[in-house]
């Protein structure tokens, strides 16, 4: 599930592998100095990526939930699901030519 200013990601994955993971993610997230919000729930782990000072999504965070998928991918076996359902990326930029990035007159 999303909102209109995060990207997330939820994977079915508990115990030694779900510490992986979230070590794997850290790692990287480290590399990149952009920390995702992990979340531990009963049915494993969500991810949510947004750039606060953006109040929203920027390249970051779409390059950090790619790499994300690489390592659930990594972990659990299955085929990378980029661009699919499992990752939902909504942008609002109401007030901003997301072209250019101005803000946009009233």
Sequence with gaps: TGDNRAITR???????KADELVSA??????AMDHHPEV????????FVLSTHSAEGVTVLDIALASTIEDLVSASTGEPAQ????????????????LASGDALAR
């Design 10 to 16: 939820t994977v079915e994955v508990q115990g030694p």
């Design 25 to 30: 993610v850290a790692l990287t997230a480290n």
């Design 82 to 97: 980029h661009g699919d359902q499992n990752i939902n990326v909504v942008v609002t930029a109401p007030d901003t030519d």
């Design 39 to 46: 979340q531990v729930n009963d049915d494993g782990l969500v």
